[in-house]
């Protein structure tokens, strides 16, 4: 019951979208089953359901503590290692979805200012979160190959999420990668052989770098505030005075209202024009070095925020403070992705060196090396990303600015010897948790069987105190 409503609903969602609008001319056109929307709607109705108090504390513990255990915390918890494989029907519609290139969720619906994704973000992370699980059950029997593979179908459902390249469905994207990455982060602190990361490797491998384009988000949102302010005719400036509400900047959209029609359209041709000006000049800061990047883009800024200061001057483009909000610190945190996912990728091959040569490398440069050179940058220098290793692994990290570094949303370093650490402690601390738990409820126990053993005990009590005097006459 619950596989089938999941699927109507995804159904229908992915048939209100792109399918029903009319197709650009030379755009392909895709079948619902070729969609790995479809697929990502059926590994949720396959999730293994809850079907008793036991199964509810075993899904509790595995998706609150797995993550942060090594698997190897399943031989004092088989049944939770037992339940969670149940999930391979799950895992293989995950598989189905990582193979397809298409991908349409159409989370828009109606034309918007911005596309609605809160519902997808529930769909991932309920994916994600049992997938990682899975993936910790599969390493504990031994097949850490079909683990890698989970978490590079994992890598690219974040990839389909941002499918339609904008802001909102990279930003939603971009907040789950680090949930990701410290399970990929796990998993190669326990050296899994060369041929246990292919799956992971093909993966980097094809990516193309940057991975996230400001620049293309930048543009398909100009498109889309453009075609949404122009979708009905005489209405665009109530839509803008609906999304200034009592922004200081107000007065200057109720002055385009009391304008003639042709003088309105006139003055919203003229403001998006000079949208598309100031998006052009953001994308091409955004494609510079970091330093001189970041000095374009505050600068950019700087300019925008002038003209949301001063409302009386009908000469300035009053669009630009509502559809440019300052970018300089979501230029920086895309930066921060950027470098995550770059960072995963030189671990990978510092891995398959340690595989091929017996040791971690010794540096960067060995890495670069043996990646044949071809390795991204650290998108904050644009050049090597500083590492150095001990003998439980290699640390590799960015060279963020400070404030992102404070930032524990962004995983701004990768320590695999610390990670070999913290799994150890943690699963010595729990282990010892779980001890104190058990002896607390044998006590328990106890102390209810001797509560009832008196409660029931002959001889004693008042018919005790008769029995007893019989006997002495």
Known sequence: MKFSVLILAGLALISVSGF?????????????????????????????????????????????????????????????????????????????????????FNPQGPLSASPDLRYLLLLMRSVMTRAITYAHAMEFVRKAGEASAVYADLFRML???????????????????????????????????????????AYFEQLQYPHYSQCTYLHNEMRQYARWLIKEAGHAEKKLAQLYGDRPDKPAVEQLVQLEEAERRALLDTWLRGYEDEIKDLCA????PYPQGLQAVAEIDNRILQIRDSPDKPDLNHALPLFMPPMKTTYEQYLAAEAMLRMVYHLLVAAEYRDFVGAWPESAELVLQFGQETLPPDPFTGGPFKYDHDKKGPRIST????????EDRFILAIDLGKRVQQDEDRLKEYLRDKKKLEKQKEAEQRSVHQKSSNQQEPGTGRGGNISRARNRR
């Not at 800061?285 to 510079?288: G, K, S």
């Open 20 to 104: 029903a609008e009319e197709e650009l001319p030379g755009e392909p056109s895709y079948s619902t089953f070729e969609n790995a929307a479809f697929d990502y709607w059926r590994a949720s109705a396959l999730l293994r359901p809850i079907a008793s108090r036991a199964d509810f504390e075993i899904v509790l513990f595995a998706e609150r503590d797995v993550a942060d255990l090594p698997p190897s915390v399943f031989a004092h918890r088989p049944e939770v290692g037992q339940w969670l494989l149940g999930d391979r029907k799950m895992a293989r519609a995950l598989r189905d979805a990582g193979s397809k290139t298409y991908c349409a």
């Open 159 to 201: 990839d389909h999420l941002n499918s339609d390249q904008s802001w909102a469905s990279s930003h939603y994207a971009i907040g789950q990668l680090p949930i990701l990455i410290r399970a990929v982060e796990g998993f190669l602190s326990r050296r899994p052989p060369r041929e246990d990361l292919e799956p992971l490797i």
């Open 285 to 288: 800061a955004t494609n510079l």
């Open 399 to 406: 060279d963020a600015p400070k404030w992102l570094l404070k």
